[in-house]
C-alpha cells in the first residue's frame, strides 16, 4: 500500500536522508547554527534524524558581537534544553581591532567578522563537510548553488566546478584539505519554513513576532535600537513601532518589518501574501561589491 506524502513530509525525509549521508560519508561534520528561523529548523531535522541519539556532530556558532541580544539568550538556552555540544568562535584579531559595521563599512566587516572567523573556526577544529540553512529562494547565486557544495583549501566556492547531482546522489568525495558546505533546506522555500515550525511547534528567537520596539529609519530599513552601540545620525529620531524581523543577523545590518503577526499563524498568513524576498531585509545584499556570490567565492556560508 502506497502511502502519499504532503510536500512537507517529502522535504522533511529529504533533509534527514541528507543529514545520515554526510554522518556516513564524511569524518567531522558540523552545523553552523546562525540562531534564525532556517537554523532552528534545520537542528530540529537534525535532532529527528538521530533520535534517540543526539546529532554525532557539534553546532559551530560564528559570534560577531554585533548579534541581536535575544538571538544570544535563545542560543544559550537551546544549547541548555536540548545538551548539544555549542561551540562559540569570534574572531579575536577584528574584536582587538575593533572592527564595527559603523566605521568599517557593512561590506569589510561582514569579511572579517564573518567569512573570516568561519574559516578560522573551520581550519581550527578541521571539519570536513559543514551544514548550513540557506534556500535556493533566498538570492540569486544560492539559486544556482547544490545541496552538496564543494570549497577547495581555501574554503572558496567556484560555480563553474559544482558537481552533477542527478537522481540526488550526492559526490562526497574530496581531497586533504577540501571540504563541502551541505544544505539540507535547498528545496525548502520561506513559506515552507513556516509553515513546518508551525507543524512542529518549533522554538524560534521571539524577534520573529510582532511587538511594539524601539527603531530608527536608516537607509530605507527600520534598524532596532538593541543597545547604546547604536549611535544616531543627525535628524535620527527613535520610534516606538509594531515591527518583526523576516532575517535575522547583526542587528546594525538587519531591517524590521511593520508588521501585526503575533502568532506563528499570523506570519503563515503574512508569507501567502508576501512579495519580497526576506534578504530585502539584510544590508549586505544591498551593496553590490558585497554580493553574495562574491562573498561564496571569498568563503563565505
Request: charged residues 30%; contains cysteine; proline residues 4%.
Amino acid at each position: 500500500m502506497s502511502v502519499l506524502l504532503t510536500h512537507l513530509q517529502r522535504l522533511e525525509a529529504e533533509a534527514i536522508h541528507i543529514f545520515r549521508e554526510v554522518a556516513a560519508n564524511f569524518a567531522n561534520p558540523v552545523m553552523l547554527y546562525s540562531v534564525g528561523k532556517d537554523s532552528s529548523v534545520l537542528m530540529h531535522l537534525a535532532m529527528k534524524a538521530f533520535y534517540p541519539a543526539r546529532p554525532p556532530f557539534p553546532f559551530l556558532h560564528i559570534d560577531t558581537t554585533w548579534k541581536f541580544r535575544e538571538m544570544i539568550v535563545f542560543r544559550d538556552e537551546m544549547a541548555a534544553k536540548l545538551g548539544f555540544e555549542l561551540l562559540v568562535h569570534t574572531n579575536q584579531d577584528g574584536v582587538r581591532r575593533n572592527i564595527n559595521p559603523f566605521d568599517h563599512g557593512s561590506n569589510n566587516y561582514t569579511h572579517i567578522m564573518k567569512t573570516v572567523a568561519l574559516r578560522e573556526a573551520l581550519d581550527k577544529y578541521r571539519f570536513d563537510a559543514a551544514f548550513g540553512g540557506a534556500r535556493r529562494d533566498e538570492e540569486k547565486s544560492r539559486a544556482k548553488e547544490r545541496i552538496f557544495s564543494f570549497r577547495n583549501a581555501q574554503h572558496a566556492w567556484d560555480p563553474k566546478h559544482q558537481r552533477p547531482e542527478m537522481w540526488k546522489i550526492y559526490n562526497t568525495r574530496i581531497a586533504s584539505g577540501e571540504s563541502i558546505r551541505v544544505f539540507p533546506l535547498s528545496n525548502w522555500t520561506e513559506l515552507d519554513i513556516w509553515q513546518y515550525i508551525l507543524q512542529e511547534n518549533i522554538p524560534i528567537v521571539p524577534l520573529y513576532f510582532a511587538k511594539q520596539r524601539p527603531v530608527v529609519e536608516r537607509d530605507g530599513m527600520l534598524i532596532l535600537v538593541d543597545d547604546d552601540r547604536l549611535k544616531l545620525r543627525q535628524d535620527e529620531v527613535i520610534q516606538n513601532r509594531m515591527v518583526r524581523f523576516r532575517t535575522l543577523g547583526c542587528y546594525p545590518l538587519t531591517g524590521a518589518i511593520d508588521s501585526d503577526a503575533t502568532s506563528l499563524e499570523d506570519i503563515v498568513g503574512e508569507m501567502l501574501t508576501a512579495r519580497t524576498s526576506e534578504r530585502q531585509g539584510r544590508l549586505i545584499d544591498r551593496d553590490e561589491a558585497g554580493s553574495m556570490e562574491k562573498k561564496k567565492r571569498e568563503g563565505y556560508f
